[in-house]
DNA sequence: CTGAAAGCGCTAACAC
DNA sequence: GTGTTAGCGCTTTCAG
């Protein structure tokens, strides 16, 4: 592999000349950066980014830290569809992106420390917001920049993106709520996981602000396990079988709930209304087709890493969030309350 | 940020010293190993992995190219489930993983040759296996080791780990046929991809094997879009009514089949049974539940990145392949023909 | 506008 | 078993 200085050699310049044409440097005669760069072409040279980020002690890579759940990821085209975004603004500005995996807390924060100080990634996207998060206090002190997909617990203290949850939620209940119902069972997640939390008080909001008694029994938390969504909802139904619609703070859960309902011999949306969130795209395939709010998840990945470029060079002074807009979606899966 | 200098001052070593303890080199007496080690607790000093690239010219980073297209990751499980397996043995040896993301195949083409060129990685993994692939051609010029997963159009040339796509086809057919049906659709995706072409040769197989008539005309060819393949579907079944099962080459596609049956009226698996392939998590959630083949994603995964490290660090002379097993997983969506 | 020289942090002969 | 030295390929002062 021929380097820097065989191209000078074939050019008859000196290394550094070299360079400052690689580098687009201001001050380089149009001359002699043509012949070098027909010299690189004739010699096959491209430049070692490695070398390179050695001197310029910047690796002009960023690290991804996925969450470590397989049952997060459960057919959740959400990191795919995140990595496209993330991948799209990081072609464009010449980073590249270094995938941190793991198997556990423990584990992911080892990982992600040593990339970190082994100098390899030169800021970090965070994709996922958890509560009491050991991660983000070790990267503080390591003074390393990232930016946090979803909303973290210091809510002032961090770069972060991501959907107005809370609001989106009171939306999307208060829309159960147009439509005349008002005990209204609610599917949630792992509350150390924020997006839950917040999704949860969209709905308490939702009810307080029209007047609707909140019942804490009419709340059921699950996994990523469908099976299990299923059963919960069944015995939900069960126990409150006045309950004439249900919120489930992710379609996946909201798949699970239909089976459940309808194996209970009910109907979707007869007798009971349905409401997802996240958008997944298989949501307008199944039957009934579900009403759901779309979180553009793209965006949440292209604006994160953006604003993750724009601190390692800019070095912002505050810290700031951005908040991507989600649309509700309404399809055939609610009905109206027939008291 | 210490270096290997600091260390070495404070243990009152040189830095080579140091260097030797930090890659475990033999002939170091147990105490400064001891005293270096201390040392580098005190200072907080990591390695460098940068410059540890420079000298050693490997990067212990493998490339991931990554498909390009968004319709293919449509609520596919797929790549989150086979990072998974990359990300646990690439842990496990120490390799970092760098993600490869493009729009088309001309962006993924240069992406993924100026990774190479530029020495960012050691060895490729290609996560999918295309017709008549220029990518392959140019990473063989450029001598870099790649593990295909798939079945590429060039076996005896290339390092791949694939599914028996024919074989497990073959039998997942054969069940339909053991269950009396003769006239058998198939949804098949573009098939530039190999997986379709080989799904579609088992499909072929298994009639042929069996004593029944090819018909061309019962293969349809769709996309990602699910509103395609229910729309194709249901023509297919208006022209060809006595088709009494339908083959999806992927269980996405075998929902919207299902949704066409339903469309038009008839039931599955009553009036046409349907399978599927993959084992989206999703089909045992569907109603009705989804025949479907287990194709082992979290292993295809993991055998391609073993592979790949193997052949960085050994360079095989032969190239070789290996074949991650499928289980055929039956559930409610087929029923016997009823003629 | 261009060249010489130093150095990024580490490893690897080569000495001793 | 440990230190000295050179150098991986590049950028960047500093001269001129």
Redesign the pocket.
């Known amino acids: 592999?021929p380097?820097?200085?065989d191209v000078a050699k074939s050019a008859g310049?000196?290394?550094?000349?070299v360079?400052?044409v690689?580098?687009n440097h201001?001050?380089?005669?149009s001359?002699?950066k043509k012949r070098v760069e027909k010299s690189m072409k004739e010699i096959g040279y491209h430049?070692?980014i490695i070398?390179?980020s050695?001197?310029?002690?910047k690796t002009n890579t960023l690290g991804l830290v996925m969450p470590y759940s397989t049952e997060e990821a459960f057919a959740d085209p959400f990191y795919s569809e995140i990595l496209r975004g993330i991948g799209s603004v990081a072609q464009n500005k010449e980073y590249s992106l270094l995938l941190i995996t793991s198997n556990g807390m423990k584990e992911e924060l080892e990982v992600t420390l040593k990339a970190v100080r082994s100098k390899r990634v030169d800021g970090l996207l965070i994709l996922r917001a958890r509560s009491n998060d050991k991660l983000l206090k070790e990267l503080k002190k390591l003074k390393t920049p990232f930016v946090i997909v979803g909303r973290p617990e210091d809510e002032k203290n961090n770069f972060w993106v991501n959907n107005d949850n809370i609001e989106s939620t009171k939306k999307l209940v208060e829309y159960l709520i147009g439509l005349g119902h008002e005990k209204i069972g609610v599917i949630t997640g792992d509350s150390k996981y924020i997006v839950y939390k917040d999704r949860l008080e969209g709905y308490k909001r939702a009810l307080e602000d029209n007047g609707i008694e909140y019942n804490p029994n009419y709340i059921i938390q699950t996994t990523g396990h469908h099976g299990l969504t299923t059963k919960y909802t069944k015995e939900l139904l069960e126990s409150y079988p006045k309950l004439t619609a249900i919120f489930a703070v992710d379609d996946l859960m909201a798949y699970g709930a239909i089976l459940g309902i309808k194996e209970l011999g009910l109907k979707v949306p007869g007798d009971v209304s349905v409401v997802g969130f996240n958008n997944n795209p298989l949501s307008q395939l199944i039957t009934p087709s579900l009403t759901t709010v779309d979180i553009n998840i793209f965006e949440l990945g292209s604006t994160a890493t953006k604003s993750l470029i724009n601190i390692i060079n800019k070095e912002p002074t505050e810290y700031y969030h951005e908040i991507v807009k989600t649309n509700m979606i309404i399809r055939d899966s609610c009905g109206g309350y027939k008291g």
Not at 26 to 29: A, D, L, Y
Not at 54 to 57: E, F, G, N, R
């Open positions: 592999m380097t820097i200085k310049v000196s290394p550094s000349t360079s400052r690689i580098n201001p001050r380089i005669s001359e002699t430049p070692n070398a390179r050695l001197v310029k002690q």
